[in-house]
């Protein structure tokens, strides 16, 4: 069970939420069906997939649906990925003016080769001019709307960024930070550094400091609160197939009726609900069944992980296309089954290894933006690729 704290609340300009907690945007994970799950069992606020400012300015189609909240979100959070200031300033202006967002976040963490090797994600803060327009003018844009930033500490452990991004974006006028213990360089592996969190908080005075990375349950979101003073925590990995995590978390460390009921018995049945309910919502998000049920396949090995369910079984869920044929393969399983305990436990998806970040060429040369720079950067946002 988990240690019960008191926190003082978190609120992110307007926002006041019932429990200090981020669900850390995914590609390909935190759509409206996986959000709408996570808040069935929760408190907290929940942020879509990146959405690239590009394309969301053209209009394009899957990005527009992407944006798209469903009735019950409430408040609508929207993370959005930009290197150029102009588009990022409109395509907040855009979300703002449109009355599609209550809240928006600007993406400076990203370590994926693609989006770094053009100067975006983790790479974009080195160059302190660019990082400070963007910021500058997307938090004017956004005006009421409170506007945040979740970055890493840096490219890698020579070319660390997070202390400045930090002050800066607070003097930018943003709401709160959030930050990623771990270098580009290291993606997702090895162990986070949670003294950087305590660092930056130490360094950013005036906003709440969201701390993320290695939050695998509510005990370890309290010892992160606890060790570096951070105001709230941003959960990514950790609720892959756990979306009663969320759960876990407002007890731990909400106000009264963050979270109601007791902590979750996590048998077999449960889990099997749990997926069935994504799987529901997934066919109601894509509005095809076929689909929906393709989506839930890359889900079976993390809902499932360390519980009595049978290579047979397991390849049968990962291949399926319908809701009958979920129910069909569930109910083959013994669901009186118990929680397995650590075998449950730790890690969720693929952490990766360290490796040499992907950059422009000439990227670390200087923190101040060069004209070859700025072309690499003039072909990123030419990337309409729907988030």
């Known amino acids: 069970m988990s240690t019960l704290v008191t926190p003082a609340a ?9 429990a200090p907690v981020v669900l850390a945007p995914m590609a390909g994970i935190t759509n409206t069906a996986f959000r709408r799950l996570c808040r069935e069992y929760g408190a907290g606020l929940y942020v879509s997939e990146m ?11 899957t990005t527009m649906r992407l944006i798209t909240h469903h009735e019950s979100e409430t408040p609508r959070s929207i993370q959005l990925y930009g290197v150029d200031p102009a588009t990022t300033e409109a395509a907040v202006r855009l979300l703002v003016e449109e009355d599609r967002a209550d809240h928006i976040d600007l993406n400076f963490g990203c370590p994926v080769p693609k989006v770094t090797r053009k100067g ?19 938090a004017r844009a956004a005006g009421e709307v409170p506007l945040t930033v979740k970055m890493r500490k840096g490219i890698d452990g020579d070319h660390l960024t997070y202390l400045d991004a930090g002050r800066i974006a607070e003097d930018a006028g943003v709401a709160a930070v959030a930050l990623h213990a771990r270098t580009a360089a290291e993606f997702y592996s090895g162990t986070a550094d949670w003294d950087a969190i305590t660092r930056l908080k130490e360094a950013v005075t005036s906003v709440p400091v969201l ?15 606890a060790e570096t003073g951070c105001d709230g925590v941003v959960v990514g990995r950790g609720c892959l197939g756990r979306p009663w995590l969320f759960g876990d978390l407002a007890r731990a460390l909400g106000g009264p009726g963050a979270a109601a009921g007791a902590p979750v018995d996590a048998t077999l049945g449960f889990v099997a609900r749990a997926f069935r309910r994504h799987a529901e919502l997934l066919v109601e998000f894509f509005e095809d069944e076929d689909r929906g049920c393709r989506d839930i396949r890359k889900h079976v090995a993390w809902y499932f992980k360390g519980y009595p369910v049978g290579g047979e079984t397991r390849a ?3 291949t399926v296309s319908s809701l009958a044929e979920i129910d069909a393969l569930l109910a083959t399983l013994d669901l009186d089954a118990p929680y397995p305990g650590a ?3 730790g890690q969720r998806g693929r952490a990766g290894t360290p490796k040499r970040p992907a950059l422009p060429d000439g990227w670390l040369a200087s ?15 030419v990337d309409s690729s729907g988030g």
Do not use: Y
């Open 10 to 18: 978190l609120r992110i300009g307007p926002i006041a939420l019932d």
């Open 51 to 61: 959405i690239t400012t590009r394309a969301l300015v053209e209009r394009n189609a």
């Open 120 to 138: 975006g994600g983790a790479a974009l803060p080195w160059k302190l001019g660019l990082f400070r327009e963007i910021v500058t003018r997307a």
């Open 211 to 225: 701390g993320n990375g290695d939050i695998w349950s509510a005990e370890d979101a309290v010892r992160m609160m």
């Open 316 to 318: 049968q869920l990962a």
């Open 343 to 345: 075998a449950a436990e």
């Open 367 to 381: 923190r101040d933006l060069g004209a070859e720079a700025s072309r690499t950067l003039a072909e990123a946002e």
